[in-house]
């Protein structure tokens, strides 16, 4: 496996040629008695023994998949701060999502959930080319292409929607929880995951009566499993 690792205070992996999967949580949305529950899971994940089957790769990528798993739940269920319930702002949200599809990166599909966003993407070849060729002729190159896109719809996001609350403050976490979609199943697993969230969170009783998801737009569209969403603009 070749790509870039990074760690704050979340690991964050970029691997060329494979979708993204980020979620992105609003400041506050995990409680202190959430937090404190996750660095507990976190430290219990640490102390397991590989199984045999796994790899060491594989048992870090499983662990990974499991954290996700025990703190999206914590947001499905106990989030204290829900501003994306609003429709204005949970519409600014997928809109962004929309607004560079086909361009920067091609969309696989997004969720806009109460207290956080989900979206997996497969960067644009061409456009990772010219941006790559943008940052060497000013001497930056020490953001990687999903850092630029997903900051880019973090600080658009933040704007606007604090713009519609009327206040000034920070209105995201600072750090996306990122995973990479490693197979084309994987990617298929991840879509399903994706758009089933409003369905589990007890939302709506179908993915594609969700609003803000890209159910809806599959479903009207037509558009099949694995195939991108287009560039459009939600009424």
């Known amino acids: 496996m070749q790509g870039i690792f990074r760690r704050r205070n979340l690991p964050h992996w970029d691997v060329p040629g494979h979708p993204v999967f980020i979620t992105g949580c ?4 995990l409680s202190a008695v959430g937090l404190k529950q996750i660095d507990n899971y976190r430290e219990e994940l640490e102390q397991r023994s590989r199984p045999d089957k796994f790899t060491a790769d594989q048992w870090e990528h499983h662990k990974q998949k499991l ?3 025990f703190i999206d739940n914590l947001l ?3 989030s204290p701060v829900q501003h994306l319930a609003e429709d204005e702002q949970a519409k600014i949200v997928a809109n962004a999502f929309l607004h560079f599809a086909e361009e920067r990166y091609q969309l696989l599909a997004f969720c806009v ?3 956080h966003h989900h979206w997996l993407f497969s960067i644009v070849d061409d456009w990772e080319d010219m941006e790559g060729q943008r940052l060497r002729s000013l001497g930056k190159q020490d953001r990687t292409p999903r850092e630029i896109i997903s900051h880019s719809i ?5 704007t606007m929607c604090n713009r519609s609350r009327g206040v000034e403050e920070n ?3 600072q750090e996306t929880f990122d995973h990479w979609a490693r197979t084309e199943d994987e990617a298929i697993r991840i879509i399903r995951y994706i758009e089933n969230n409003p369905v589990k969170a007890g939302l709506c009783e179908h ?3 969700y609003q803000w998801s890209s159910a809806r737009i ?3 569209l037509r558009i099949s499993e694995g195939d991108p969403i287009p560039k459009m603009l939600l009424p």
């Not at 609003?26 to 949305?29: F, I, K, N, Q, Y």
């Not at 973090?154 to 933040?158: H, I, L, R, V, Y």
């Open 207 to 209: 993915p594609e009566d």
């Open 76 to 78: 499905d269920m106990h």
């Open 67 to 69: 954290f996700f798993a």
């Open 171 to 173: 209105y995201w976490q």
């Open 218 to 220: 599959r479903q009207e």
């Open 26 to 29: 609003l400041r506050g949305s």
């Open 154 to 158: 973090q600080s658009f996001t933040a």
């Open 113 to 115: 959930m109460p207290s």
